[in-house]
């Protein structure tokens, strides 16, 4: 991944978080926020693999997988 890309990627997903609770507001359930976000993110375009259980992490040069 270039750094292009990922500057990209991070300003789309801080940009659809924003978009989310300046709409919805603090308070509610994180499955709210879940789904109002995968809405978000799929009218940017980004799509969520259902079939994907597990995200690579890197963390301190360790490899740490994070159940989803």
Same mark, same amino acid.
């Given at each position: 991944m270039t750094k292009s890309f990922l500057d990209e990627l991070t300003y789309n997903v801080i940009g659809a978080a924003i978009e989310v609770h =300046?709409?919805?507001?603090?308070?509610?359930? @994180? =499955?709210?926020?879940? @789904?109002?976000?995968?809405? @978000?993110?799929?009218?940017?375009? $980004? $799509?969520q693999d259902r079939n994907v259980n597990s995200c690579n992490i890197p963390w301190a040069d360790v490899r740490n997988y994070i159940a989803l």
């Open positions: =300046s709409n919805l507001g603090p308070g509610l359930l @994180e =499955s709210i926020y879940h @789904e109002c976000m995968k809405i @978000e993110l799929a009218k940017r375009n $980004f $799509f």
